[in-house]
């Protein structure tokens, strides 16, 4: 069972190399993040993505994990 703070951490944090979707088991999302990192996109989808896993529900993320 993954920690949704962890996840919304990661994402904040370290969302421009995927990490939070390394963290969730979105192997090919955190990939595609680290070969796009140079651009900046995967970092604002990061930031908006952690404040997201923060503030949803615990119900809500352990679905979007299944």
């Known amino acids: 069972m993954k920690n949704k703070t962890t996840a919304g951490v990661l994402g904040i944090l370290l969302?421009?190399?995927?990490?939070?979707y390394f963290y969730m088991g979105k192997t090919g999302k955190g990939v595609?993040?680290?070969l796009t990192c140079w651009s900046g996109i995967p970092g604002i989808?990061?930031?908006?993505k952690?404040?997201?896993?923060l503030v949803m529900d615990e119900n809500q993320f352990q679905a979007k994990l299944a």
């Open 15 to 20: 969302g421009g190399v995927g990490a939070h």
């Open 32 to 34: 595609a993040c680290l």
């Open 45 to 48: 989808i990061g930031l908006v």
């Open 50 to 53: 952690g404040i997201q896993y």
